[in-house]
């Protein structure tokens, strides 16, 4: 895997995967309008596509017949230099048809525990926590 950021101006930077997809992060708090996530907001970003992903193709897989997935990440940051997170706390709303709370369950607690590769890095740093509900329609 390879990713590059190029330095547009400012704090402000465009990062492109492989196949060139792009993103625009900045950093600027008090430089102006802000024109994209900072990197610490990218990190969250990317932990709840990454667990999505698994709560939706473990659903799946045990035939829930899910509409819409959307996951809520809220953090805490260290006051000091260097500010890593402190604690992580991800909430999944899952809707969909026929929904079984316990598949649902399952699925949240295997991205959790086995699958998801940025939480459960993110969770040797800070502490992270999960949860969900389910929306039938």
Not at 64 to 77: G, N, S, T
Not at 92 to 111: D, P, Q, T
Request: charged share 20%; net charge negative; glycine share 8%.
């Amino acid at each position: 895997m390879i990713i590059t950021s190029q330095w547009v101006d400012g704090n402000c930077f465009v990062a492109s995967n492989a196949m060139g997809h792009t993103v625009v992060m900045d950093g600027s708090s008090t430089q102006g309008e802000k024109r994209g996530a900072s990197p610490m907001e990218m990190l969250l970003m990317g932990m709840a596509g990454c667990s999505s992903i698994d709560v939706v193709s473990i659903a799946q897989k045990q035939r829930q017949d899910i509409v819409d997935c959307k996951a809520r990440v809220e953090a805490e940051r260290a006051d000091s230099t260097p500010r890593v997170f402190t604690k992580i706390h991800i909430h999944f709303i899952v809707s969909g048809r026929n929904l079984s709370e316990e598949a649902i369950g399952k699925a949240v607690s295997l991205s959790a525990d086995k699958y998801c590769s940025a939480s459960i890095m993110l969770g040797k740093a800070a502490e992270v926590s999960h949860s969900f509900e389910v929306v039938e329609l």
